[in-house]
């Protein structure tokens, strides 16, 4: 959606984004119009599950997204994701679930982009140490 479609969702209270994998950002740049904070007032609950391309919930670097009542963000299955925004607020938040298997893991790293950073690059440095050992053991 663009910038200025996510600024009219003002009553959302629940947003789950699955299994797309064309999808690289949810909010993306209207070029023909600067928005420059976009407020989910009343979002609570965030998921983004099995996006396989998605970078980032928006990539407008000068937009600040702003998540005043957001307590719950999972994301999972979304390698390629290192950051929810350049610039974000989301005071409430202080833990995110990024593993669909571990249903009852929370992880917080100081804030969230660090958080998401920390887990999905470990991920992919684990995903690699494992295809290198199976490699080498069936060589």
Do not use: R
């Amino acid at each position: 959606m663009t910038t200025s479609t996510a600024k009219t969702l003002v009553q959302l209270k629940t947003m789950k984004v699955s299994s797309c994998p064309m999808i690289v950002e949810i909010v993306a740049e209207n070029v023909e119009e600067k928005v420059e904070e976009i407020e989910f007032k009343v979002l609570e609950s965030l998921e983004l599950l099995s996006l396989q391309n998605l970078k980032s919930f928006s990539n407008v670097e000068k937009c600040d997204l702003k998540f005043p009542l957001l307590e719950k963000l999972v994301v999972s299955e979304c390698p390629q994701m290192t950051k929810l925004s350049e610039v974000q607020s989301a005071p409430k938040l202080e833990k995110v679930h990024v593993a669909a298997e571990e249903k009852d893991k929370w992880y917080w790293e100081g804030d969230l982009n660090a958080t998401l950073q920390k887990h999905f690059t470990d991920q992919v440095c684990i995903k690699i140490f494992i295809i290198n050992f199976i490699q080498m053991v069936c060589n």
